[in-house]
């Protein structure tokens, strides 16, 4: 399990520990690349965008069983990450 930090309410650590725990599952990994066209280098270099945490965010809302797992993995609520991505999109995440 992946331990997340005590900062739920900030929509950036949410989604990086969710952009962490999809990454520790190569299946879950290499189709996150697949469907979202993000590549490897994006990731290295554009981790903390909200644009691409919100990506990651709706890679996991598309298929509920991982937006299920991951918020486990991370010990949140799976509307926790939606209400994250929401954050995200609208220009309320910490950059």
């Known amino acids: 399990m992946i331990r997340s930090t005590p900062n ?4 950036v650590i949410v989604a990086l520990g969710a952009l962490a725990a999809t990454l520790s599952d ?4 290499e189709r996150l690349l697949a469907l979202t066209g993000i590549g490897p280098d994006d990731l290295r270099e554009r981790a903390g965008d909200p644009d ?3 990506a990651v965010l709706r890679f996991l809302e598309n298929h509920e069983p991982d ?3 991951i918020a486990q ?3 949140v609520k799976p509307g926790e990450l939606v209400a ?3 954050a995200l999109e609208s220009g309320m995440g910490s950059r």
Request: hydrophobic share 45%.
């Open 67 to 69: 937006l299920v797992e």
């Open 73 to 75: 993995m991370i010990e």
């Open 52 to 54: 691409l945490l919100a």
């Open 26 to 29: 190569p299946r879950r990994a």
């Open 8 to 11: 739920h309410g900030d929509p």
């Open 84 to 86: 994250a991505r929401e």
